[in-house]
Each structure stands twice: as C-alpha cells, then as structure tokens.
C-alpha cells in the first residue's frame, strides 16, 4: 500500500512566506492611500472597491485557503460535512450573499470556532456542534459569518486604515490568519506587536463589524423562519461557560462578546419577532438532524468506546421512543465493536431518520463497519440512482468498496468526485491511497500533486508532476503535454511569491 503523510500545521517561516505573497498583493495599493475621513463606515463600492477589489479577495481567499489546510486539521466525516452544506447553502438563499460561498470547511477540532474569510470562505469546529444546543443557535453563528462576508468586512477593515503604514497591514492580516486558523499564542503576542499603533480606532471599526454582522445576521434568521433570539441565547451560553476562564476559545477572540452585545441582539430580536411569531420551537426535520449531527461530534470526541455506549444507554433508556438518541447508541455500538447490536437499533430507527439521504448514509456506514458489504452498497447503489452523483452516497460506496479490496472501482468514484469537487482536500487524499492500493501509480502522483497543491506545497506538487509525467512519457503524449504546461504554471507561481 503506498501511503503519504498529510502536512503537518504549518511553521512560522511558511506562515510568513503566505504572509508576504497576500501583502505582496495588497502593496501596490499602499502609496494611493489617503487620509482617513472620520470614523464612519465606508459604503460598499467606495474605497474598500478601489483598494481590494472581490477579485483580489478572492485570489486572498485562495491563499488563505492553502494555509487552512496546512494549519488545522480537517474532518473527514461525510455526514457532518453534508450536513454543514446542506443547510448552509439553504440559509444562504436568506443571506445578502451574492455570490456563491468559494469553500465550506469543517475543522476537526472540540473547541468552539467559526470564522469567514475573503473571497467566500466559512469555516466552522465540528465542536460548535457541542456548544450550540439546536439547529437555531448553531444557524445564528452561520449567518452571522454569512454576514461578514456580504459586507466585505476584510475589505472595508483595510479601507478604514487608509493612513495605515506596511506594518498595519501585516497585523490586520496576520489576525485573519491566526484568528481563523486557530493560532498560537506566540503568533498573537508577535501579531500585537504590529498591531499596536491605532489599536484603538481598529478596534472600533471591529466592534462596529461585529455589531453590523450580529444585525444581519439576525436578518437572515426571520427571512428563514428561524426565532431571531437564538442569536442571543448562542452569546449568553459562551459568555456564561468562560466567564471565569483564563483562556478564552478563537472564537470569543476573534468575536468578543459584551453585554452591550448581547442586549442589542435581544432587542433587534424583539422588535422582529413578530415576523417569526409562528416559531415556538426549532423547526424539524433539520432540528432532529442537528441533534444526529451532535451525537456523531459528541462521540466522536469521547475518550473510550465504552464512555460513549455508557451515555447514549442511558439517554436512550430514559427516551426510547427518541430515534437521535437510539441513533447515538446504535454509532456508539458500532465504535465499540458491538456491530450486531449496532445494525438490529439502527434498523429499528432508520424509517423516522427525516432525509432519505441521511438514513441511507447512517444504515450504510454501520453495515460496511459490521463487514455486511453487499447490502451496504446495494442500498447506496439504489439511492444513487436517485440522486446521482450525490457526494456523500458517492464517497460512502467507495468506502465500502475499498473494505472489499474492489480498490480499482473505488478509484473511478473519487476520481469523478475528485472533478465535480476539485478544492476537497479529503476527495485528494483518499483518491491518493486507494489508487496505491489499485497499482495506479500514476494517477496516486497526480492525486498527491493537487493535494499538496491545496496545502500551498508548491515545489512537493511539482515534484509529483514530475513523477507522472515521466510515467506516462511513451505512454500518453496530451496528458505529459498538460502536466509540462502546469508544471510551468506552478513554477510560475513559485517565482512570483520569491520576487
């Protein structure tokens, strides 16, 4: 089995080196500046357009993007990721997004954090799925990102330093950076230090995009149907969990939460909550589907197997008739080992699961755990024809084909998948080791190269080109011709962050 280790979080050299290409972009603006005018917020389309465009946001997204993937882990749990976009890219029709959303990432990590970046980015921890105690709460942190976004707060924050010299740059930048990606304490000590002159004029223009994202975002919630409190009630919860913490999570760093907040945030709610009145209780099906989103996190991060069959028992002894708990039981089974109890309790519960796609997904990944292949994939099989090309079906069927050693089938699905979703890090690597497994040596470097690429790794990408190129030499003259012509490019692109 060939096999490649993914990067590791990134140093303080290759931090920098991203650093300065995004500020190498921003520096040809640096002498137009002009004098700050006053403390207002400029309008969209003045000088926030004329200093970073949606274009360069966009090409900084996609730096900023590559750092992500080689900062912080990223999950590589189906459910939980076609759960974040499906309902992400339902309350984004409620947004002022005009724009599609570039990448949504879901970051393996416990803590609670959420971040948006330039160019169509949003990021949420799985572990906000623990803290945030229903589907609204958990909605009002997504649209509040949404709304960062639609703003183009990045681009008016840089607007509002019009009299900023090139360190101020490197700080506001530094703090996306490290903000979002989870940093290290010795990136914000050294961050603040860039940041010290005007630190409180930006912070005011910070509380007053926090301010402006919390309005918006409550927005978003009424024209969705969802109660506008839960804004509110997701900002009393933290504010209450780390009152008396001495480290606070990257989200109330990056978010930081006052009273003053808070009440603007109630009061906002009230005054528009006759709008959405008829919400009494976080709306189904996407309620109980939120909370199969939690058991899965929750167990997830659970120190043994046997702690997590230990506390869906108990809940579902409490709630038999509740399918999210018998749920959690069934996956706490199936982790510890316990496969026949796992498939009998999640044959029992898989008709009330509200989606055909979920259900066919919890059923299908506990029959491949339990070794039971043949019906996992003739009932992944039978809900593909249905919905065609569906990413998670699609990656659970390769699953259990790779279980059966059918790797070379396995192999065409991540590679179409690898196509219809070309900036998904996970699709990269799983099509990386399975084609090792099915004697495709050439496509397992073509794999590695787009995946290292996606890491912001460069010369390794290059590197990987270069191995299928000299496989498919004799072989297939077009594909050695494409892969010379992006060898250049990537060359290119190496010169141009060393000038």
């Known amino acids: 089995m060939i096999r490649f280790t993914p990067l590791s979080a990134t140093g303080p050299k290759q931090a920098a080196v991203l650093l300065l290409a995004v500020l190498l972009m921003l520096y040809g603006s640096v002498p137009r500046f002009a004098a700050a005018s006053g403390n207002q917020l400029p309008s969209l389309g003045d000088a926030s357009s004329s200093l970073v465009s949606p274009e360069m946001e966009r090409r900084i997204g996609e730096a900023f993007l590559k750092q992500l993937h080689a900062s912080v882990p990223i999950s590589d749990d189906l459910l939980l990721q076609a759960f974040v976009e499906k309902e992400m890219s339902a309350l984004m029709q409620h947004s002022e997004l005009t724009d599609g959303l570039q990448s949504v990432l879901v970051v393996n990590r416990p803590d609670i954090n959420a971040f948006a970046a330039p160019g169509g980015i949003i990021g949420i921890n799985s572990g906000l799925f623990i803290y945030a105690q229903d589907f609204e709460e958990y909605s009002s942190v997504v649209a509040h990102e949404m709304a960062h976004i639609s703003q183009r707060h990045f681009a008016r924050g840089l607007a509002a330093q019009k009299a900023a010299t ?29 940041q010290a002159a005007g630190q409180s004029k930006r912070l005011r223009f ?52 006052s009273e003053s907040r808070i009440t603007d945030a109630r009061d906002q709610a009230r005054d528009g909550f006759a709008v959405s009145r008829a919400v009494a209780k976080p709306p189904e099906p996407q309620n109980s589907l939120y909370r199969m989103m939690q058991a899965r996190v929750q167990l997830h991060f659970e120190n043994s197997p046997v702690n997590g069959i230990r506390l869906y028992q108990k809940r579902y002894d409490d709630n038999p008739k509740d399918w999210v708990t018998g749920y959690g039981l069934a996956k706490a089974f199936s982790l510890g080992g316990q496969h026949e109890q796992a498939v009998e309790l999640v044959r029992s519960i898989v008709n009330d699961i509200p989606s055909p796609i979920f259900a066919t997904l919890a059923l299908a990944e506990i029959l491949i755990d339990a ?38 089938e396995a192999v065409i699905i991540f590679a179409k998948q690898s196509k219809l979703r070309p900036l998904d890090t996970v699709v990269w690597f799983n099509l990386a080791e399975i084609a090792g497994l099915a004697g495709d040596i050439t496509q397992v470097h073509l794999a590695r190269a787009e995946y290292f690429y996606l890491h912001g790794a460069l010369q390794r990408a290059i590197q990987h080109l270069e191995y299928a190129q000299r496989l498919a030499r004799g072989k297939n003259q077009q594909l050695v011709a494409k892969l010379g012509q992006r060898i250049q490019d990537l060359r290119t692109a190496i010169r141009m962050q060393k000038s």
């Open 166 to 194: 090139l360190p101020t740059l490197v700080g506001m930048v530094a703090a996306i950076l490290v903000g979002a990606a989870g940093g290290s304490d010795a990136a914000l000590a050294a961050m603040s230090t860039a």
């Open 371 to 408: 070794e039971l292949y043949v019906e996992a994939n003739e009932l992944l099989t039978e809900q593909l024809l249905i919905n065609p090309d569906n990413h998670p079906l699609d990656m659970m069927l390769a699953r259990g084909l790779t279980a059966q050693n059918q790797h070379a």
């Open 206 to 257: 910070s509380r007053e995009r926090e301010q402006e994202a919390d309005r918006i975002g409550i927005n978003t919630m009424q024209r969705a149907g969802l109660n506008p409190d839960a804004m509110a009630r997701m900002f009393e919860r933290m504010q209450r969990a780390y009152r008396f913490s001495s480290r606070l999570p990257e989200f109330l760093l990056t978010h930081p939460i």
